[in-house]
C-alpha cells in the first residue's frame, strides 16, 4: 500500500496537483475523493480536468445539484458528487454504476455510500484541513498499484 | 384567448401548467417532496427519473381538473429540454411528444434558464423589455442580459458553487438540515447582530462571475476558530454576505449595460432578506425591479407555458424529433 501526504498552501496550488495527477490518468480509472465540506475536493478536479486536456474556457462547476458533470478532454472525466444522496438505491435510479470504469475517468466526491461497492480502486485521495492557515490543506494519495510510484514522483517535483 | 400546456421535469420537481395569453395562470401544480407527498404516496426523492414517471400523468390530471380545460382546449404544448438531469428531462419530453403526437398540438422545446427569466413576466414585467435577468437556484447562479424579443445573453455566472448550493451546504454545516435557504433566511431574521464579516468573493473583479466555494471555507473555518459565534450569527452573517454579492453584481452589470430593469428568479429569489436589499437599493436608485412571488420563483410549469406562448405566437416550433440536453448551451460573453 503507498501513501502520499503533501501540503498545499493555497488553491492554485491544489488546482496544480489535480493537473499534474490529470496527467497520469487513463480511461476506466476511478478515483473517490474524500474530506469534509470546503476541504478542496472540487478545486482539486478543476486542476484534475486541466491535466486531462478539457479546454481552458470550460467552467468546472460543483456538481452536487446536478450530481454528474461530464466533460470532454483528451478522455472524457466524469465529475460526480453524491452529496445529495441518502443511499445506493438512489444510486441505481441514476445509473452512475454504468459510467465507472467505462470510457473516461471517474472522480467521485463524497463517494462513502459507493465505496464498498466499487471494485477496483487505483487511487483514493483525502483531502485535510491543516489549521495553521485558513488556505492550507493536506492531500493524501493511497494507492496499490504500479503506477502509483511514478505519480508519487511526479508529485514529488 | 391562446392556452399552453407547460411541462418541467429538469430537476427534482414534476410540474405542469395551463397559461393563457402567455400571463393568465389557470394551472400550475407541482409535485415536490414538501407538498404532493401526502396526496401520492410517499416523498418524491429528488433525483429520479422513475418518479417523474410516477407523478407526471396524475399531477397532468390533476393540472386539467384545476383549470377546467381539457386536452381540446390547449393550442401547443410547451417542454422543458434542456438544461437538466438528462433522465429527469426525457420523462417530461416524452409525456409532452405523446401528447403532441395524439392530438396533433404543436410542441414547443425550453431553455430551462429562459424559462426562469420569463417568470418575471409573470409578475408584471412586459416580454422584450430589455433587462438583466439573475437567476439563482441551487443549480444555477447566472447573470443573463435579456434584449427584445427575446434574445438571452450569459453576462456573468458562477465558477464554482451555486448560490443556493451554497445556502444548503452551509445549513448542513451548522446542522440545519436541507434544503438550506429557508431555514437560514428565517434564522437571519431573527438576529440582529452577528458582529461577523465574511468575505464579499469576486466583488471587485471586473467580470460579472459569482464564487462561493470560498465562503464555504471561510465559513467552516470561523466555526473551528471562533466558538463564541452562535450557529445563528454564522448562518445571518453568510446570508449577509451572499445577499451583498447578488445584489452589488446585478447592479453592476445592469449599469455597465446601461439598462434600467432588473429581475431576479430562482430558488434563491425567494429569500426574503435578497428581496429587501434588492427592493431598497432599486428604489433608491431609480431602477424598476420584478421578482415574482415564491411559487413561480422555484422550479414551476407556469414559467415553461408562458415562454411557450410567445414561441408559439412568433411560429417558434419544435419537431417531434426533439431532443434533450444536459448543458445550457451557453457561452459566457466577454464584457
Known amino acids: ?157 | 384567448m391562446i392556452n399552453i400546456l407547460g411541462i418541467e421535469s429538469s430537476c427534482d420537481d414534476s410540474s405542469v401548467a395551463i397559461v393563457g395569453d402567455g400571463v393568465n395562470i389557470l394551472g400550475n401544480v407541482v409535485a415536490n417532496q414538501e407538498a404532493y407527498h401526502k396526496k401520492y404516496g410517499g416523498i418524491v426523492p429528488e433525483i429520479a427519473a422513475r418518479k417523474h414517471m410516477e407523478h407526471m400523468l396524475p399531477v397532468l390530471d390533476h393540472c386539467f381538473n384545476e383549470s377546467g380545460l381539457t386536452i381540446d382546449d390547449i393550442d401547443a404544448i410547451a417542454v422543458t429540454h434542456r438544461p437538466g438531469l438528462v433522465g429527469s428531462l426525457i420523462v417530461g419530453l416524452t409525456v409532452a411528444k405523446t401528447l403532441a403526437y395524439i392530438h396533433q398540438k404543436p410542441l414547443i422545446g425550453i431553455h430551462h434558464i429562459e424559462a426562469h427569466a420569463y417568470a418575471a413576466c409573470l409578475a408584471g414585467l412586459k416580454y422584450g423589455t430589455p433587462h438583466v435577468a439573475l437567476v439563482a437556484s441551487g443549480g444555477h447562479t447566472s447573470l443573463l442580459r435579456m434584449s427584445e424579443e427575446g434574445r438571452m445573453a450569459l453576462i456573468g455566472q458562477t465558477l464554482d458553487d451555486a448560490a443556493g448550493e451554497a445556502f444548503d451546504k452551509v445549513s448542513k454545516l451548522l446542522g440545519f438540515g436541507y434544503p438550506g435557504g429557508p431555514v437560514i433566511d428565517r434564522m437571519a431574521a431573527e438576529c440582529n447582530h452577528t458582529g461577523i464579516e465574511f468575505p464579499r468573493p469576486m466583488l471587485s473583479s471586473p467580470d460579472f462571475n459569482f464564487s462561493f466555494s470560498g465562503l464555504k471555507t471561510a465559513v467552516m473555518y470561523h466555526r473551528k476558530k471562533h466558538s463564541e459565534s452562535s450557529s445563528e450569527q454564522i448562518a445571518t452573517a453568510f446570508q449577509e454576505a451572499v445577499v451583498d454579492v447578488l445584489v452589488s453584481k446585478s447592479l453592476q452589470a445592469t449599469q455597465k449595460l446601461g439598462l434600467n430593469t432588473l429581475s431576479v428568479v430562482g430558488g434563491v429569489a425567494a429569500n426574503s432578506a435578497l428581496r429587501r436589499k434588492f427592493k431598497e437599493i432599486c428604489d433608491k436608485r431609480g431602477l424598476s425591479l420584478f421578482i415574482p412571488p415564491s411559487r413561480l420563483c422555484t422550479d414551476n410549469a407556469a414559467m415553461v407555458a408562458g415562454l411557450g406562448y410567445q414561441k408559439y405566437i412568433r411560429n417558434l416550433l419544435d419537431p417531434l424529433t426533439l431532443g434533450v440536453c444536459s448543458h445550457s448551451g451557453m457561452i459566457l460573453q466577454k464584457m
Not at chain 1, 475536493?41 to 446536478?66: M, R, Y
Not at chain 1, 453524491?82 to 441514476?94: G, H, Q, V
Not at chain 1, 487505483?122 to 494507492?143: A, P, V, Y
Open chain 1, 1 to 157: 500500500m503507498g501513501y502520499y501526504s503533501i501540503k498545499t498552501n493555497s488553491a492554485g496550488e491544489t488546482r496544480r496537483l489535480g493537473a499534474i495527477l490529470g496527467g497520469f490518468l487513463l480511461p476506466g480509472d476511478c478515483i473517490p475523493l474524500l474530506g469534509e465540506m470546503g476541504s478542496g475536493k472540487t478545486c482539486f478536479v478543476q486542476g484534475v480536468a486541466e491535466g486531462l486536456g478539457v479546454s481552458n474556457d470550460t467552467i468546472i462547476c460543483s456538481p452536487s445539484f446536478t450530481l454528474i458533470n461530464q466533460y470532454s478532454g483528451r478522455i472524457p472525466l466524469y465529475h460526480i458528487d453524491l452529496f445529495r444522496l441518502n443511499s445506493c438505491r438512489d444510486l441505481e435510479d441514476l445509473e452512475i454504476i454504468d459510467l465507472i470504469h467505462g470510457d473516461g475517468v471517474t472522480m467521485i466526491e463524497w463517494p462513502q455510500i459507493v465505496l464498498p461497492g466499487l471494485p477496483e480502486i487505483i487511487l483514493r485521495i483525502e483531502f485535510n484541513w491543516d489549521m495553521t492557515s485558513e488556505t492550507t490543506r493536506i492531500i493524501s494519495f493511497i494507492s496499490d498499484t504500479d503506477r502509483f510510484d511514478a505519480l508519487v514522483g511526479a508529485l514529488h517535483d
